[in-house]
């Protein structure tokens, strides 16, 4: 047989609206041709982080030009309750308020100008109420969100005995906004027998057809939702774009006219969640070579008023406190408590880079008093074996946990004495983190620029470098077992050219891309005859978020049944056509192929196909196999598998400012089989630099009363072109096809984002060169607290050369 032509997967790509989105032809929602007859819809939010509502008056506001209608909580002809989890976010406030910015009224008119006056001509009245708005008041006054979560395995007490070293401590890691380009927008369109569409910029078309059903009071099928693009959302737009779209359904259904809701950037800051900000206090027993013996951690996150995602947010926290480390000896505890903020919600890394961050400052710290390279501390301690220069350990000299030997069994037993049991008891097969830390190491010449940083350092009084390095061991799947399923429907036409239906949505990060090189490998034909179509729930219902780096995961694996069903349906018609047996064709590059060069064009086989009616089109469904997690005993199979990483991080910071620069950034990350390289790398870069930013840069304050004072990119720092380092190496590890995934592949989208903890390590070190003992560094890292941290280290210095002259 002659060779075909060569399947999309694996090769370079261009991302499927980069065209669109550098010429400014893509359309986004409120790009979209305004239908005749609409309105705008302005959210007019709290004024007070808590408080009674005692006087609502609408009368001066209507009585302005241009304002066509001011809604209510009374206005709501269905349920005014709304949540991912919980119900219990008022859409509209109705006799309480619980944060600045939670949604009292909705002003509608004939322009943006129109509902602003509008609004500002609402009489309001407020009676103001004491606020919780830190951890530590919540905490105190008992403000839970949900009941505690815990986790424990073995004898703590027994091994923090046993420790050569013991390191004990609180970590605070900040909130973080998306800043997605294009903020909240839904335009609703009535449409005939009270029927509504919805272009909505949503992560989760599915969670807005819901709660767009329940406040009209009507089922879903009589509510569309579409989403043309998204300019970003990182999880801000999984359950928060639901209340948006909401309100401009409330409104195109008062007034009978389409209705669009869009924030502006202030708004957008003031009126929705950020990454939950998270206290943790936490104490660890290391053996005398940096190996950890035992792990207590109090794990706490700030949800915010209402529940949103934060238990499920908070789970994943404590999922990965151990990040990429065997703990044999543990007892967590999480917590999710109730301030009056703006409801946290979902962030890139849903909780994994809070929780990660305790156990890497556990070994920095650590790392310090023993003095060790962090890179090495952090070796001794992977999954699996890990030699040292004591020769390979298999962690006999750790008593196996009590109560696993009777309550669990001798697989248990085999698997701690292994080191490859997580805190949640789910195995931990083949960790790669060895393999990549070697092959890291040995790319950015570890060693060699170790030693020369010390010697800059020595001759450089006012300024320091620090290399520090980050490892990644990420779960892949949505902790609630029930979300892990995804749907398409292929459809291919008389001409041959393939529409693609999937359940995902395209927030900029390559879904799209992904899944149209998926359908063209599996049908064989070329991407060029690929369309994919905007996401919506008239053609793939129920579907879950597109969330917890699980795009390409499970709607690959729906594509992939949908295109098999249809290319195995015309399998017979081809072999006949080329006369050989169907085993013998191959569907490649637009055609299907048979011995001795023949072929068939992928059009004339789907016009044939057509005219003997044999169906060209396929729905395909997938379901993640074999998982499970029981909350309630701490104990499952969560995850479908891992995705690893590491890091090696440059940077230099000045002793009279606090500023610092990353100037190289060597990266090994493992995607398993990757669909397409380009797509994957650009992930890997983004993800990176947006968890820079998180821990160096973007810090939220709020005053007194708990008003957002950090509401708009004047106040806000996210990173610039001028933040990446000079240096930005990033590979893919080789020889690294996962089982059972989409053609041997692995998810990208989160795990990159903690490979940024590497910059806190790097920093660590550069303020360690300015004096002895163990570095106090808060995170965000920004110039004030790495100034207070060099002011420390260099006092130390000072009494430490008075002890000496002494």
Known sequence: ?????????????????????????????????????????????????????????????????????????????????????????????EDEVFAEGQVVALVLGDSVAACRAGAKALELEFEEMPAILTVAEALEAGSLLAPPHEMRRGDVAGAMARAAVIVAGEL?????????????????????????????????????QVACAEVLGCARNQIVVAVPRMGGAFGGKESQASQFAALAALG?????????????????????????????????????????????????????????????????????????????????????????????????????????????????????RLGLDPAEIRRRNYYGDCPDEHGPENMVDVPVPDGDQTSAGADVISLVRARCLTPYYQEVPHCRLPRIHAELLARCDWEARRAEIAAWNARSPWQKRGLGFMPVKFGISFTNTMLNQAGALVLVYADGSVQLNHGGTEMGQGLHTKMVAVCAHELGVTTAQVR??????????????????????????AVQAACAEIRERVRPLAAELLGTTPEAVQF???????????????????????????????????????????????????????????????????????????????????????????????QIEGGFIQGVGWLTGEELVWDPKGRLLTHGPSTYKIPAIGDCPAIFNVALLERAEQDSTIHGSKAVG????????????????????????????????????????VVKQRAAAVTRAADAAE
Request: glycine letters at 12%.
């Open 750 to 789: 989160e795990p990159p984002l903690m490979l940024g903890l590497g910059v806190v390590s790097a920093l660590r070190q550069a303020i360690a060169a300015f004096g002895p003992g163990e570095v106090e560094l808060g995170i965000p890292c920004t110039p004030e607290a790495i100034l207070r941290a």
């Open 172 to 208: 605070h890691t900040g909130g973080q906004d998306h800043f997605y380009l294009e903020t909240q927008a839904t335009l609703a369109i009535p449409g005939e027998n009270d029927t509504l569409h919805l272009e909505s910029s949503t992560q989760h078309p599915t969670e807005v």
């Open 1 to 93: 047989m002659t060779e075909v032509s060569q399947s999309p997967l694996g090769r370079p790509a261009v991302h499927e609206s980069a065209l669109g989105h550098v010429t400014g032809s893509a359309r986004y929602v409120d790009d979209l041709p305004e239908p005749a007859g609409m309105l705008h819809g302005l959210p007019v939010g709290s004024p007070v982080a808590r408080g009674r509502l005692v006087a609502r008056r609408a009368e001066r506001a209507l009585a302005l030009p241009g304002v066509r209608a001011v809604l209510f909580a009374a206005d709501v002809p269905g349920h005014n309750r709304i949540g991912p989890i919980v119900h219990d976010e008022p859409l509209l406030a």
């Open 588 to 682: 490649a590059g637009g055609a299907a192929h048979g011995p001795g060069g023949r072929s068939v064009p992928w059009s004339d086989l789907a016009k044939t196909a057509w005219m003997r009616r044999i169906s060209l089109s396929a729905a395909g469904y997938y379901a993640t196999p074999n998982i499970a997690y029981d909350r309630t005993a701490g104990r499952g199979k969560p995850f479908h598998y891992f995705a690893y990483g590491a890091a090696a991080v440059e940077v230099e910071i000045s002793g009279l400012t606090g500023e610092h620069r990353i100037s190289r950034v060597d990266i090994l990350h493992d995607v398993g089989s990757s669909l397409l390289p380009t797509i994957d790398v650009g």
């Open 532 to 557: 994919c179509m905007a996401t919506a729930t008239d053609k793939v219902p129920n579907t879950s978020a597109t969330a917890a780096s699980s795009g390409s995961d499970l709607n690959g694996m």
């Open 252 to 368: 195109a259904r008062h007034t009978g006219q389409p209705v669009k809701v869009w924030l502006s950037r202030d708004l957008d800051m003031t009126m929705t969640g950020k990454r939950h900000p998270f206290w943790s206090r936490y104490r660890a027993g290391l053996d005398a070579r940096g190996r950890l013996l035992a792990l207590e951690v109090e794990l706490v996150a700030d949800g915010g008023w209402s529940v949103d995602l934060s238990p499920a947010i908070l789970d994943r926290g404590m999922f990965h406190l151990d990040n990429g480390y065997f703990v044999p000896n543990l007892r967590f505890v999480g917590k999710a408590v109730r301030t009056n903020k703006a409801s946290n919600t979902a962030f890139r890394g849903f909780g994994g880079p809070q929780g990660m961050a305790v156990i890497e400052e556990v070994l920095s710290r650590a790392a310090e």
